[in-house]
């Protein structure tokens, strides 16, 4: 026995001759390891919930563009990455900048290993960029079964080279909303309702699918093509989704990320229960979409309060959430906004819903743990906090509308935005790629066009 | 219409000796009913309506007789019954209606003849069918319809068909039964069908699974309010907003009547009629007999209500009742009258299944 340890000890030595010089290894340093390997996992979970959203927008939509929904996912997040190197990462992060704009580590070069016991720079930008192509997968749900596939990879470019970087530094970058005290753990403002609200801005210049609205103006239901898909996704999302929330406490030795796990929990168990039951109570049936967007609703929701709420009120955050959803994606409907995948109503109106609930709910103790703003007005905090969610919501919100529009604009007049009707009814599958996701299923499809 | 214009009308229908004429009858007395569609009272309407349609219904199945004969099959080798159901059978039927329809025949005296009774009969149906097309009848869509085998046949062979749905019970078995429970005659032998009937009513209350089956079926329309008492309407597509007055309303509430008809042994087919048959069986009281009543009469006329289309000149209507014609005095009373119908719908489940145990 023990001479197969000290065998095997030697072997490793030879395989590693650094063990045999690295320093004896103290508390300090074993701690710092493991929060470390915890925001690599984190940082893991995250970009996993890319398959999350792969099969949610997948599931969401009809057989003909599945191939095309999904592989361009894959796409943008790897476009995405090279763009948040080249730029993002520096307008975000960069040590040269203002209270507006971050400067400085473009095409970055982080450092090989620890400096001063925090998070490494290399892994801090792992997790970063895997949070900036979740708010462009975010996007995309405005894109949905109509978009150029053009369109997709020019808006990639813009989004997440300027547009999600400029908000991440204006809460996160030590930016001007940050001076402010906005309070938004892990993105419910930076990663969703940026997202939401590029996507709003698509969804409105693309106007409608063929065939969502009928003259008289009522709306039609096209229904995804697989709802399974759609609840795995929901449920890649919500076990990622730890990644995302819990994985943004950067470290576990105070075990502050098991609190904030916690409340993403209950966020989203709540959400899923209230939203399967509003459409039970007003449409007599309950309904499976709507409880599966719930779910993420109370999720997205949480995402800005997981670390300054009181259980208690993680779960009434998620049920509101839960209840919102409906009412935004009937809301968004009878605008004639056709949202495909509902990212309007997930991702902004829980969005929003997630920010504001931290001017209510947020707890002195919790505030001051995290030192980050103030308490809420129902904790005696007064409208102070509130209003400065307000304000990150209105100016995030607006910044990210107003340039996404002008640029998909743009896009729109100088090489065409949505394809044609032709190619649209035959599908994104076979217009934009050539071949179909499901080739045997749709191979009567190809008499569409007849 | 007044009433000597109607038996004048009715008298022109019993005399009119081909299908164009039958048709243009049919069309004039649409025009007039419709204009009465909002003074009558709707009993009175669903009365002159039924009557009109059993009066043409009646003169294409004489017509058809002498078509029969004229192509060289003779005429009626047996005594036999036209039966309708559905909306027809219980009376109900509205300016647009699809034929639900059976034929009963009576068992020939020699076993040799039955092939070619059957025949006659076979052809008879299919034949009265196109006629009653022509007259703007369209085929109902469930197959339920003389022309079909399963619905013409010997008293014989229905009594036998009867027992092996008794005994089968599997859905489309239970669906077929309460169909039958519907039946009502329109034209040719009454003795053939009283017994064809006496043949359902002995065998239905003996059998409790059977019965626990029916309330399955009968149940499976719920009536269209949320749980906080809202409408519940169309959300997508033309119809979005309008009010499903056939599947949401009307049917449920036939459906539970029905139920306590066959249970307590009620024979007429008329839902109104049933109902006051049970509150005379004791069934329901006098108080509980008059709110049904009055909210089945307010959905008789919703349902009036949903009638417009006009597709390739036959009658036809979706049962919904668009939202452009629900203001706020329907709404209320439509509520009102769901109300009950869902109060109705829980208490005959309790009644059937607490009789079970």
């Known amino acids: 026995m023990v001479k197969k340890v000290v065998s095997s000890l030697g072997g490793l030595l030879l395989l590693f001759p650094a063990m045999a010089f690295a320093s004896e290894p103290t508390p300090t340093s074993v701690l710092l390891g493991v929060n470390l390997l915890w925001v690599m996992v984190a940082a893991i979970l995250v970009i996993l919930m890319q398959g999350g959203f792969i099969l949610l927008e997948a599931g969401s939509t009809r057989m003909k563009n599945a191939g095309h929904v999904a592989g361009k996912t894959i796409f943008t997040v790897g476009l995405g990455s090279l763009i948040y190197w080249a730029v993002g990462y520096g307008i975000a992060f960069g040590e040269n900048g203002n209270l507006f704009i971050g400067l400085g580590d473009f095409f970055y070069t982080p450092s090989m290993t620890i400096t001063d016991d925090v998070v490494p720079s290399s892994l801090f930008w792992v997790f970063q960029c895997a949070f900036a192509v979740i708010s462009l997968s975010i996007a995309w749900g405005g894109f949905a079964e109509r978009a150029k596939l053009s369109s997709y990879l020019i808006f990639t470019i813009v989004f997440v080279g300027f547009i999600y970087p400029v908000v991440a530094h204006w809460i996160w970058g030590g930016g001007f909303l940050a001076e402010d005290g906005a309070q938004d753990f892990a993105g419910s403002t930076v990663v969703h309702l940026s997202g939401a609200m590029a996507a709003l801005a698509a969804t409105i210049l693309l106007k409608p699918r063929i065939g969502k609205y009928n003259k008289d103006g009522s709306a039609n239901q096209i229904l995804g093509h697989n709802q399974v898909f759609t609840a795995l996704a929901v449920l890649l999302l919500w076990v990622g989704w730890f990644g995302f929330n819990a994985g943004s406490a950067l470290g576990v030795d105070d075990g502050f990320f098991g609190f904030v796990a916690f409340n993403t929990q209950l966020g989203a168990a709540a959400g899923a229960v209230a939203a399967m039951l509003i459409t039970w109570i007003v449409l007599g049936k309950a309904d499976i979409t709507t409880m599966l967007n719930g779910a993420l609703a109370g999720l997205v929701a949480i995402t800005a309060s997981c670390a300054f709420v009181d259980p208690w009120a993680a779960v009434v955050i998620g049920l509101v959430a839960g209840v919102f959803v409906f009412f935004s994606m009937k809301f968004f409907e009878k605008m004639k906004i056709d949202d495909p995948i509902f990212a309007l109503s997930v991702h902004g109106a829980a969005g929003v819903l997630g920010t504001l609930a931290n001017g209510l709910f947020a707890t002195p103790e919790l505030v001051a743990y995290n030192g980050v703003g103030k308490a809420g007005l129902f904790y005696g905090g007064g409208w102070e906090q509130l209003w400065v969610q307000f304000l990150s919501v209105v100016v995030c919100g607006a910044f990210v509308f107003i340039v996404s529009f002008i640029v998909l604009a743009i896009i729109k007049s100088v090489m065409g935005f949505r394809v044609s009707e032709e190619q649209e009814i035959i599908g994104l599958d076979l217009s934009e790629h050539g071949a179909y996701g499901y080739p045997e299923q749709m191979k009567k499809g190809t008499n569409l066009n007849a | ?357």
């Open chain 2, 1 to 357: 219409m007044r009433d000597s214009a109607r038996e004048k009308l009715l008298n022109r229908i019993g005399s009119a000796d081909g299908y164009p004429e039958l048709r243009r009858l049919r069309d004039q007395a649409h025009e007039r009913m419709e204009s009465l569609l909002s003074s009558m009272p709707v009993e009175q309407f669903y009365t002159a309506i039924n009557e009109i349609h059993d009066a043409l219904i009646r003169r294409v199945l004489i017509l058809t007789e002498s078509d029969m004969a004229r192509q060289g099959n003779g005429s009626p080798p047996v005594p036999y019954a036209y039966l309708l159901f559905g909306s027809g059978g219980r009376e109900e039927q509205t300016l647009s209606s699809d034929q639900d329809s059976g034929i009963v025949y009576e068992d020939p005296p020699q076993e040799e003849e039955l092939e070619q009774v059957r025949d006659y009969f076979a052809k008879y149906g299919e034949l009265t069918v196109e006629n009653l097309q022509k007259v703007g009848y369209p085929p109902c869509e469930g197959n339920v319809i003389s022309s079909n085998r399963l619905w013409c046949d010997s008293l014989s062979a229905w009594k036998s068909k009867l027992d092996g749905w008794f005994d089968r019970a599997e859905f489309e078995e239970v669906r077929y039964l309460l169909i039958v429970a519907d039946g009502r005659r329109v034209y040719g032998e009454e003795s053939l069908f009283t017994s064809y009937k006496d043949h359902f009513f002995s065998d239905t209350l003996a059998k409790p699974r059977i019965v626990k089956r029916m309330l399955d079926n009968t149940m499976r329309h719920k009536v269209l309010l949320g749980l906080f008492g809202q409408l519940l309407k169309e959300q997508y597509g033309e119809q979005a907003g309008s009010v499903d007055i056939k599947y949401g309303a009307y049917i449920p509430m036939v459906n539970a009547i029905r139920m306590m008809a066959i249970q307590s042994g009620v024979r007429s087919t008329s839902t109104l009629q049933r109902i006051e048959e049970l509150e005379a069986a004791g069934a329901v009281t006098e108080e509980q007999s008059s709110a049904l009543q009055d909210a089945f009469r307010s959905f008789l006329r919703f349902r009036l209500m949903t009638m417009k289309q006009d597709e390739d000149g036959l009658y036809s209507s979706n049962g919904m009742l668009s939202r452009q014609k629900l203001d706020k005095t329907l709404t209320e009373q439509l509520k009102q009258g769901l109300r009950v119908g869902k109060r109705l719908q829980r208490s005959v489940s309790r009644r059937v299944t607490g009789k079970l145990r």
